[in-house]
């Protein structure tokens, strides 16, 4: 798969991130975000299949994921801000988001916060946002529910590596 590895510096946090580049015929660039304990290669049997569709792909990790940096915060809007500062970066004037589990509560505040920006939206098995003024949610140190504690074995089965690039503190 062809995809550039890259990152920026957002405030305290390094977020890395993976694209295909921009084409001339590629249309509304995909942006996938995966779940806690995860990193952006569980989409990259998904990602091929949109590149080869002539899709532009652009695949974050999330802040205390993959090989963007750990960092003191984990509140649950800095996973949101993190990928619209991404789309920023790259100057995109629309995307398609997709988001499963923590990644679709992410794309779930940027198209909250820029509606305009998202032409589509598809959230997997999201916790649901809270609405502007309620109480601050954080990861904190808590136990996992059989949900969370299903996707971390899976995923550690499937992509050992993502799941040792996890920074454990979140929970």
């Not at 305290?12 to 990193?39: E, K, Q």
């Not at 994921?65 to 984990?74: E, F, K, N, V, W």
Request: glycine fraction near 8%.
């Amino acid at each position: 798969m062809d995809l550039t590895v890259t990152s920026f510096a957002f405030g305290d946090v390094r977020i890395a991130y993976r694209d295909s580049g921009a084409t001339a015929d590629a249309g509304v660039p995909v942006v996938l975000v995966h779940g806690m304990g995860g990193d952006g290669h569980t989409w990259d049997r998904f990602a091929r299949e949109l590149m080869r569709d002539g899709r532009r792909v652009i695949i974050p990790d999330l802040r205390g994921h993959g090989r963007s940096s750990h960092t003191d915060s984990y509140r649950f809007d800095e996973f949101g801000a993190d990928v619209l500062a991404l789309c920023e970066r790259l100057a995109l004037p629309e995307v398609d988001l997709v988001g499963h589990s923590l990644g679709g509560y992410a794309v779930s505040c940027v198209a909250q916060e820029r509606p305009e920006l998202v032409r589509r939206l598809v959230i997997e098995e999201c916790p649901l946002p809270l609405q502007s003024g309620a109480e601050e949610v954080r990861l904190t140190r808590r136990f996992p529910t059989v949900p969370e504690l299903w996707h971390a074995t899976s995923s550690l089965a499937r992509h050992p590596r993502a799941v040792l690039a996890f920074d454990r503190s979140m929970t």
